[in-house]
């Protein structure tokens, strides 16, 4: 398998979309170094790898726990809306085939949705993207991705004593995939637990055929009392219900309706009285205001009319003023053309007689009304009275029902008995009542123990048949169970032998790989020995040249880390095909000197792509230019704090040395 690129779009702290493609297989140039700052998304990078490849079962380093949808949702770039969505896609290539792995997200009211899409040589698959944690599984198994992409904090535990047994035991497991024999171990002796116990069990059937004989007689005598004891209830609802009617007609006869009624009559009573103190009211209202008017209708349509020949008088008057003033004007104009005066005597003759016919009645007298009194007389003729004729019409009708509803009502509380007259009846109706209340409660518990007993007698007849059939079985059971018994042990003692023995030979192999690594890492062959690994506890020893075995936990500092990355080295090459190795803060405590044999030795050599996220104080400029042969290609990851996100571009932190590069 072969790393092509990985491309990430919105992915943690990476806003837009990034790409890395990463150095190509080769003995030379093995190494994509990516360097940034803490903080910078190095480890982003190799969440991102695994996520593209096993989706909800990857181990990424920052989900603590959390559900796959809530991780997806707060993996998306917080300077993105979160419905924009993220993604993130990794190219590899696997026996000459290509392949293309691309995973997006979104999240949208509260609910996260991710596809998966996966391409073989630029071809759309859509079965295989369905089956892709299957397929994933036979290209490079989810339980040694941990072998393969590590942090410095892997091997900080591997280089612990008291933690490395148990890291070196599970990873052991993981690359000879012995979880799987121990699985099927396991279900084994689940298998023969369950026979044992069917064996314990079948010689108690006839003892339990006897017990549910006797649980179905006891029920049966249940059933049959709760059906009589059902009968006389029967009966006694019957008679308390005949008993009730006749007290009810009782009730009735003596007005008892009418007495429980009481309350809701003198309510009914008293609303009526309220109503009718509200017509009465608005009937006041009406006659001190314009409703009196509507007696003297005539007198004032003719008060109407006069007022009406009142203001047009004040009409003609105004105009025959204005005609008298034309009339000089036009008098004084004519003369001055030159009219002669004779002429002009009869132009004045025939304007005054003109005038005259405006004149009419002007010189009889008159009295004076009120200005604007027509058209106040015509909103009263035409709106106001007619509205409360029509109104005071309303009322009448409102307050003749309401009048007849009060005397209905009294004469309905005149009718209603008094209390001592129909208490005794009320009171023994309630006894009545209750009685036959309770009588129901009764019957209601006497149907549901007969169902209930109806139904378990029906269960118990199932379990009886059932029981007479195990009985029928048991010896052909109990053959087989011993059957069954001999081969399980068989197939147990022949997993854990071969368990036993495929740890034996490959730890033996792995034990050679480490201690090559540990040699050629450490630069002290002559001091160190062959390492061993103890099958049982999965302890380091290592043997001293001259003296003797000493464990793991006697080296200095330094050495168990060069021990811890000779470990993760070995197992590398131990695990089938060719894979990539990324490594994540790779340097960790190590001194200088530690660093630049990993520089000089493991780095180019961990296998045939390597990856590498660095600090600038991990890989700096003195160990750059050592490294710097094996490197194919080289990035660095920067913040944009203004943007709050990471950005991927072409070449590390500090220049590569050609020189060195040559």
Same mark, same amino acid.
């Given at each position: 398998?072969?790393?092509?690129?990985?491309?990430?779009?919105?992915?943690?702290?990476?806003?837009?979309?990034?790409?890395?493609?990463?150095?190509?297989?080769?003995?030379?140039?093995?190494?994509?170094?990516?360097?940034?700052?803490?903080?910078?998304?190095?480890?982003?990078?190799?969440?991102?790898?695994?996520?593209?490849?096993?989706?909800?079962?990857?181990?990424?380093?920052?989900?603590?726990?959390?559900?796959?949808?809530?991780?997806?949702?707060?993996?998306?770039?917080?300077?993105?809306?979160?419905?924009?969505?993220?993604?993130?896609?990794?190219?590899?290539?696997?026996?000459?085939?290509?392949?293309?792995?691309?995973?997006?997200?979104?999240?949208?009211?509260?609910?996260?949705?991710?596809?998966?899409?996966?391409?073989?040589?630029?071809?759309?698959?859509?079965?295989?993207?369905?089956?892709?944690?299957?397929?994933?599984?036979?290209?490079?198994?989810?339980?040694?991705?941990?072998?393969?992409?590590?942090?410095?904090?892997?091997?900080? %535990?591997?280089?612990?004593?008291?933690?490395?047994?148990?890291?070196?035991?599970?990873?052991?497991?993981?690359?000879?995939?012995?979880?799987?024999?121990?699985?099927?171990?396991?279900?084994?002796?689940?298998?023969?637990?369950?026979?044992?116990?069917?064996?314990?069990?079948?010689? %108690?059937?006839?003892?339990?055929?006897?017990?549910?004989?006797?649980?179905?007689?006891?029920?049966?005598?249940?059933?049959?009392?709760?059906?009589? %004891?059902?009968?006389?209830?029967?009966?006694?609802?019957?008679?308390?219900?005949?008993?009730?009617?006749?007290?009810?007609?009782?009730?009735?006869?003596?007005?008892?309706?009418?007495?429980?009624?009481?309350?809701?009559?003198?309510?009914?009573?008293?609303?009526?009285?309220?109503?009718?103190?509200?017509?009465?009211?608005?009937?006041?209202?009406?006659?001190?205001?314009?409703?009196?008017?509507?007696?003297?209708?005539?007198?004032?349509?003719?008060?109407?009319?006069?007022?009406?020949?009142?203001?047009?008088?004040?009409?003609?008057?105004?105009?025959?003023?204005?005609?008298?003033?034309?009339?000089?004007?036009?008098?004084?104009?004519?003369?001055?053309?030159?009219?002669?005066?004779?002429?002009?005597?009869?132009?004045?003759?025939?304007?005054?007689?003109?005038?005259?016919?405006?004149?009419?009645?002007?010189?009889?007298?008159?009295?004076?009304?009120?200005?604007?009194?027509?058209?106040?007389?015509?909103?009263?003729?035409?709106?106001?009275?007619?509205?409360?004729?029509?109104?005071?019409?309303?009322?009448?009708?409102?307050?003749?029902?309401?009048?007849?509803?009060?005397?209905?009502?009294?004469?309905?509380?005149?009718?209603?008995?008094?209390?001592?007259?129909?208490?005794?009846?009320?009171?023994?109706?309630?006894?009545?009542?209750?009685?036959?209340?309770?009588?129901?409660?009764?019957?209601?518990?006497?149907?549901?123990?007969?169902?209930?007993?109806?139904?378990?007698?029906?269960?118990?007849?199932?379990?009886?048949?059932?029981?007479?059939?195990?009985?029928?079985?048991?010896?052909?059971?109990?053959?087989?169970?011993?059957?069954?018994?001999?081969?399980?042990?068989?197939?147990?003692?022949?997993?854990?032998?071969?368990?036993?023995?495929?740890?034996?030979?490959?730890?033996?192999?792995?034990?050679?790989?480490?201690?090559?690594?540990?040699?050629?890492?450490?630069?002290?062959?002559?001091?160190?020995?062959?390492?061993?690994?103890?099958?049982?506890?999965?302890?380091?020893?290592?043997?001293?040249?001259?003296?003797?075995?000493?464990?793991?936990?006697?080296?200095?500092?330094?050495?168990?880390?060069?021990?811890?990355?000779?470990?993760?080295?070995?197992?590398?090459?131990?695990?089938?095909?060719?894979?990539?190795?990324?490594?994540?803060?790779?340097?960790?405590?190590?001194?200088?000197?530690?660093?630049?044999?990993?520089?000089?030795?493991?780095?180019?050599?961990?296998?045939?792509?390597?990856?590498?996220?660095?600090?600038?104080? %991990?890989?700096?400029?003195?160990?750059?230019?050592?490294?710097?042969?094996?490197?194919?290609?080289?990035?660095?990851?920067?913040?944009?704090?203004?943007?709050?996100?990471?950005?991927?571009?072409?070449?590390?932190?500090?220049?590569?040395?050609?020189?060195?590069?040559?």
């Amino acid at each position: 398998m072969h790393l092509k690129s990985l491309v990430l779009h919105n992915f943690g702290p990476y806003g837009d979309r990034q790409t890395l493609r990463f150095a190509q297989p080769s003995k030379r140039q093995p190494i994509t170094l990516i360097g940034g700052m803490n903080g910078h998304g190095k480890t982003t990078l190799l969440d991102a790898l695994q996520l593209a490849l096993y989706g909800k079962l990857a181990q990424c380093s920052n989900r603590n726990g959390l559900s796959y949808p809530e991780f997806l949702r707060r993996s998306i770039h917080r300077s993105e809306h979160v419905v924009d969505g993220a993604a993130v896609e990794l190219s590899f290539e696997v026996h000459g085939h290509d392949y293309r792995v691309n995973r997006r997200w979104a999240s949208l009211n509260g609910s996260t949705s991710e596809t998966c899409e996966v391409f073989v040589d630029e071809w759309p698959d859509s079965a295989l993207s369905q089956r892709w944690l299957e397929v994933v599984e036979t290209i490079l198994p989810n339980r040694i991705a941990p072998l393969l992409f590590f942090d410095g904090e892997r091997i900080e %535990e591997l280089a612990n004593p008291e933690t490395a047994p148990s890291m070196i035991r599970q990873a052991v497991h993981s690359l000879l995939g012995l979880e799987i024999v121990d699985k099927l171990i396991g279900d084994l002796r689940v298998l023969e637990g369950r026979r044992l116990r069917s064996m314990a069990r079948s010689e %108690e059937d006839d003892t339990g055929f006897e017990r549910i004989r006797g649980e179905l007689g006891a029920l049966s005598d249940k059933r049959e009392r709760a059906t009589y %004891e059902l009968a006389q209830a029967k009966a006694q609802h019957a008679r308390l219900e005949g008993i009730l009617a006749e007290l009810d007609q009782r009730f009735e006869r003596e007005g008892g309706q009418l007495w429980l009624d009481l309350r809701g009559t003198e309510a009914e009573i008293e609303r009526q009285h309220e109503a009718l103190e509200r017509i009465q009211d608005e009937m006041r209202r009406l006659a001190e205001g314009v409703l009196p008017l509507a007696l003297v209708r005539s007198k004032l349509l003719e008060l109407r009319d006069v007022a009406e020949k009142a203001e047009q008088r004040e009409r003609d008057q105004s105009a025959l003023q204005i005609l008298e003033g034309r009339d000089r004007e036009l008098l004084g104009f004519l003369l001055k053309l030159g009219m002669d005066g004779r002429s002009a005597g009869r132009v004045s003759e025939w304007l005054a007689q003109d005038r005259s016919r405006l004149r009419g009645d002007q010189t009889r007298a008159g009295y004076s009304l009120p200005r604007g009194l027509v058209g106040r007389l015509d909103a009263v003729l035409s709106h106001e009275v007619d509205e409360a004729v029509a109104r005071a019409g309303q009322l009448s009708d409102e307050l003749e029902q309401c009048q007849v509803g009060l005397r209905d009502l009294e004469a309905k509380r005149a009718s209603t008995p008094d209390e001592a007259s129909v208490r005794a009846i009320c009171a023994e109706r309630l006894r009545k009542s209750a009685e036959l209340e309770e009588l129901r409660s009764g019957i209601a518990r006497l149907n549901i123990d007969i169902e209930v007993s109806r139904r378990e007698e029906e269960r118990l007849n199932r379990q009886l048949a059932k029981e007479l059939e195990e009985i029928a079985a048991n010896r052909h059971t109990q053959r087989e169970s011993a059957r069954v018994l001999k081969h399980s042990s068989r197939a147990r003692t022949t997993l854990g032998n071969f368990r036993d023995a495929s740890l034996r030979h490959n730890l033996a192999r792995l034990s050679k790989e480490i201690s090559e690594a540990f040699i050629r890492l450490n630069g002290k062959g002559a001091l160190f020995g062959e390492i061993a690994i103890d099958p049982e506890t999965f302890r380091v020893t290592i043997a001293r040249r001259g003296r003797g075995v000493c464990a793991a936990d006697r080296l200095s500092a330094g050495e168990r880390q060069l021990l811890a990355v000779a470990t993760v080295w070995g197992l590398t090459r131990c695990a089938r095909g060719s894979l990539p190795v990324v490594i994540d803060t790779p340097l960790g405590r190590l001194d200088s000197v530690h660093r630049m044999r990993l520089a000089d030795v493991y780095f180019p050599n961990a296998a045939e792509q390597v990856i590498l996220l660095s600090t600038d104080e %991990e890989i700096d400029e003195q160990l750059l230019y050592r490294l710097a042969p094996a490197v194919g290609r080289a990035y660095s990851l920067s913040f944009n704090e203004s943007r709050q996100s990471s950005a991927i571009s072409e070449g590390y932190l500090w220049e590569v040395p050609h020189e060195a590069a040559g």
